[in-house]
């Protein structure tokens, strides 16, 4: 099947079948070439609604994740948008193509590198990608949305105070075999809303902070 093809598919009966219903959204998925992110031996998996492996044991989001991820952020033009876990650059390249100024950190190098090369790639050179960890990367800039592509076994404060006023947070929370997808919007310098999204599973934050475990 041609890319063009099976990426409309991919738009129409994974992504606006998952309550995508945000034509921009829909575009922008349209737009943005994911077997162009895909490694080279994963290209089979590149428009199936399913995690495509990555190095370092990690794992594209699902299209239909990423769907409501940007669904939920609404990026626009002059936006500045952090993402936290840049993965093969993917879901950075969708933020850009909506007009947003994209900055994403890597724990990885190699995925940093990876992610780097692709945007190169598809004429994305103005995205900026930082090898480093997100949970001690905090420069004290304040975005207009925020995107964490790794899950939080316990909610973490910390990216919600890097919002700016009205600004809105994309985070998955939880662990396996049911998290919790939500939208945080900061409504006030000492205030903030959250709405709960979907269920789904996604690979933790490395160093994220877990649950105590009970032991006898």
């Keep these: 099947m041609q890319p063009s093809r099976a990426r409309e598919q ?60 940007l669904q939920a952020l609404e990026p626009g033009p002059g936006m500045r948008v952090l993402e936290v876990g840049a993965g093969s650059g993917f879901v950075a390249a969708c933020l850009r193509a909506a007009g947003a100024r994209v900055r994403s950190l890597e724990i990885y190098a190699e995925l940093a590198d990876l992610a780097a090369r692709n945007l190169v790639a598809f004429g994305m050179s103005d995205v900026e990608i930082v090898n ?37 947070l994309f985070v998955v929370v939880g662990e396996a075999p049911v998290m919790e997808a939500r939208l945080v919007r900061r409504i006030s310098e000492t205030a ?18 877990r649950p105590a475990r009970f032991s006898f």
């Design 132 to 168: 480093a960890d997100a949970l001690n990367a905090d420069s004290g800039e304040r975005y207009d949305a925020i995107a964490v592509t790794g899950s939080l076994p316990l909610y973490d404060g910390r990216f919600e105070r890097q919002l700016a006023i009205a600004g809105r």
């Design 192 to 209: 903030w809303a959250t709405d709960s999204l979907f269920e789904t599973v996604i690979d933790p934050l490395v160093n994220a902070p």
């Design 10 to 69: 991919m738009v129409e009966q994974q992504v606006r079948a998952w309550d995508v219903l945000d034509e921009r959204v829909l575009g922008t998925m349209r737009q943005v070439p994911r077997e162009s992110f895909v490694p080279a031996q994963q290209r089979f998996r590149a428009y199936a609604d399913a995690e495509v492996p990555l190095p370092g044991g990690q794992h594209m989001l699902r299209p239909s994740v990423v769907g409501r991820l």
